[in-house]
């Protein structure tokens, strides 16, 4: 995608952003210390405001960017979207299990799961890796830092 | 104090190692090492973290020199110079060059931080509501120009994260705003997790993209003869070094200039005043002096807006702000007044952070670059579960992981559209701040916008800000004019 793909992509996403945003601080009471003082919703409008020209002069900046490179060959993105992709998802199904699980546990499943994302192929590095770095980690911060972790429902 | 110290000494170590490993910025290792912080004393956690700043610049110049990949962005100019010393041989002699200029840089930016905070914060001290609001405005406005090749987007980066600032209670009346009846959404969104988020997750995808570089051998890592400079060198490098330091120190002051950029400059301007400026590029100590004193100078700098008038240098100040909040204790001028002993320990943990990164690079360098080899199948789960329990630990709630996880797509999605993360992050640090000085500003003259032109230092920073934007955009167009001439001249030929 080019740069100017890109840009109409972000203005026209921050656009609906700063819609929805208005339409929100249009629903906050209006009160002030003191009369013609600002209240809890002028700060927001200020933004709404600035949000919404800076995403035009975005918009209008991709626009005239696609109309100067019309014709010009865009070079395809080749970076490799499928394992981040997986990633990602493996850290949302993470931490939704977290307060389930507790965490030495579904680290240990999410940490195996990176390990092989990252490249090791080795069962045995995976396994020991996966099995020492959550509970290094658990021990580390609940008996060295005092903090406590999740230690789900089981 | 000795627990400062030792905590110093500590963060040095851990700094030297973060920086050295390529795909772990500073940022990044301050943000893993902050929860560890929360059960230690504010003067404590502050030297552990200055430590790791410090010695975390040096770092980067490491695996800059040895593999030509800088550890940190803010060592980049000093692989132009350091890796052909390195593939001639003379790794160790630019290796001690790094550590030296370094510590030089420290040092200089150290003793401006001495002599130029507690005036500034005397002279802050006399800021009322408007001037504060056009300081932080400042703020804001030149981080936008600086940080972003787009000055509209740095603007919009910004702005989105005023936005985000707004969710929770508004400081002056308690309203609560944004919150859809959600009683976690009423503290507002934590601006540490946020930034776990925008940090930390990009980087961790980023380093799933197989780089070819990432495998070059680890031969070169313990094959480098003495260190230490000979005199000729330190000779040499003593104008590059005066230029390095006194670039970086000025820059770090400026919010969102950052190493990166005071390496460049510093680099860029020896070279231009140097007798033999074609060598530049070829492997000279010169190459590696003025940009490795000016990203530690940097550090200094960046101090010093950020302890008298509670405004971040650059985003790893930024984070130390927010482990002031954390303690309760808030940095700007009444820091001085009212904690001069913990004020000034910061300012002297900065001093040892560079004794100690000093010392323990030239005495254990042979041993630390071992780490180059740290597998990363390994090192990135592992920060992906410190970035989890950072987030967790804050306030003992899933609620902020999940917001960590969130902006971890927001800071994927602005890498990949290209907007720049550093104005949103001092955006959420300053937010708050510039809206209640706006407000109490406004509300102390009844709604009349002209107090913000009448009092000097507010109209002062106005008119800053202004110039900061009006040159941007002056830079972006003479850019985007040379780079339409050039394409130009490739069409017709």
Known sequence: MSMAHKNIA??????????????????????????????????????????????????????????RQSGAVPVPDRQDAKTPALAL?????????????????????????????????NPVMIVAGSVLGPVILFVLFRYGFNIILPRGLW | ?????????????????VGMIPGLTISTGIIILLPMTFVLAPNVSIALLLGLYVAGMTGGSFSAILLNIPGTPSASATAIDGYP???????????????????????????????????????????RAPDLFSLVFFGLAIICSFAAKSLIKGLLSAAFGLA??????DPVMGTARFTFGNVELLSGIHFLTAMI????????????????????????????????????????????????SLTGTFLGILPG???????????????????????????????????????????????????TLGIPGDPVTAILIGALLIHGLAPGPLLFLERADFAYGIIFSFFWANI??????????????????????????????????????????????????????????????????????????????????????????HGDISIFFTSFFSLFFLILSAISIVWSLWAERRSRLRAAKFEAGNTTQ
């Open chain 2, 356 to 445: 100690f990164n000093l010392a323990i690079a030239l005495a254990g360098l042979r041993i630390l670059v071992k780490v180059l080899a740290t597998p990363r199948v390994l090192l990135m789960p592992t920060i992906a579960l410190l970035c989890v329990i950072g987030s967790y630990a804050l306030r003992n709630s899933f609620f902020d992981v999940y917001v960590m996880f969130f902006f971890g797509l927001v800071g994927i999605a602005m890498r990949w559209l290209e907007i720049p993360v550093v104005p949103l992050l001092l955006a959420l640090v300053l937010g708050p701040q510039l809206e209640e000085h706006m407000r109490v500003a406004l509300t102390s003259s």
């Open chain 1, 89 to 121: 998802a493996s850290m949302a199904i993470y931490l939704a299990a977290l307060p389930y699980l507790g965490f030495v546990l579904a680290s240990m499943c999410f940490f195996a799961v990176l390990m092989w994302l990252y490249g090791s192929r």
């Open chain 2, 257 to 307: 200039a950052g190493g990166p950029i005071a390496a460049f400059i510093s680099y860029d301007y020896t070279r231009k005043v140097s007798k033999t400026p074609e060598e530049f590029g070829k492997g000279i100590v010169e190459g590696i002096a003025a940009p490795e004193s000016a990203n530690n100078a940097v550090a200094g700098g960046a101090l010093i807006p950020m302890m």
């Open chain 2, 1 to 17: 104090m000795p627990s400062s110290l030792i905590a110093t000494a500590i963060g040095a170590l851990i700094g030297l190692i």
């Open chain 1, 10 to 67: 972000a203005a026209t996403g921050l656009l609906a952003f700063t819609g929805w945003y208005g339409v929100l601080t249009a629903t906050l009471p209006e009160r002030s210390i003191m009369p013609n003082t600002p209240g809890p919703s002028f700060f927001p409008w200020l933004i709404t405001a600035g949000l919404c020209a800076l995403s035009l002069a975005l918009l209008f900046q991709g626009i005239t960017q696609l109309k």
């Open chain 2, 85 to 127: 010393m390195c593939k001639r041989g003379e790794a160790g002699r630019a290796l001690g060059i790094s550590i030296v200029s370094s510590f030089c840089g420290g040092i200089i930016s150290f003793l401006s931080l001495f002599l130029i905070a507690p005036s500034l914060a005397e002279v802050a001290l006399q800021f």
């Open chain 2, 197 to 244: 988020g925008l940090f930390a997750i990009p980087q961790l995808i980023d380093n799933l993209r197989p780089d070819p570089a990432r495998g070059k051998s680890s031969g070169s890592l313990t094959r480098f003869g003495t260190i230490l400079p000979m005199l000729s060198d330190l000779v040499k490098i003593r104008i590059p070094i005066l230029i390095g």
């Open chain 2, 164 to 169: 985000i600032v707004t969710i929770g209670q």
